[in-house]
């Protein structure tokens, strides 16, 4: 499910279309990732692509990754990119591909996938706001409450996350669990009430960071494909 074959999203994109909006990841090192990227978004139900930094070793100028930004940008569909502990590569892509909408995963943070969380989890996150200069680029505040010292509704995540906020405003920041790789962490229902009940939000920000800045920014809803939007 994590490699590079996207036949299982298509699958449950064909099945489901009302429900999932469809991201699969790409191989920057491949010497046809253009045409692979190029070939999927022709696909129905389509609305990005991914490509994880963090397990190669590649140049901001790597033809596969100019590649990947270009065809992304042509299609119209935002790039995710994990840069988990590769900022400086991130804001270098982010610099060479300006028309390339850029979306980073998990808050460019280490997260972990079991207990316990790492004993400063936020140390990253200085170096991951300086990305907020780049219009272009949104944040994905997905597995937070993975980084929780505090037990549910994890009430120690809302100082760096208001930073986060700050930084990138709303309009660029999307809610996620990060299910299913929290799942040894949280349930899924925790990961959506923390959000749901807290203070911490006004009900326009709730309404952005949940549903209406992802609209915006990936132009896809749920029920959308099957309305035939």
Known sequence: MYGYDGSYALAMGAKYPDRFGLI??????????????????ANPGVVGARIVLRYVEIEADHPGLDQVMEAGAAAGIPVNVLCTSKVPLF?????RHPNTQLVIDHLGLTQPHEPPPPDEPWAELDEVLTLAEFDHVAIKVSGACTLA???FPYP?????????????????????????RA?????????VEAFRVTDQL???????????SLERIYGWSPGAAAAGG
């Open 24 to 41: 699969r990841p790409f191989d920057p090192l491949s010497e046809t990732v253009g045409a692979e990227v190029e070939e999927w978004t």
């Open 156 to 180: 120690d995540i809302w100082a760096p996350l208001s930073r986060v906020f700050e930084a990138f405003g709303f309009e660029r920041c999307l809610w996620g669990t990060d299910w299913t």
């Open 202 to 212: 006004s009900d326009a920000e709730r309404a952005a960071l949940m549903g209406g």
């Open 91 to 95: 804001r270098e892509i982010a610099r």
């Open 183 to 191: 799942v040894n962490l949280l349930t899924y229902w925790q990961g």
């Open 149 to 151: 010292h505090e037990p």
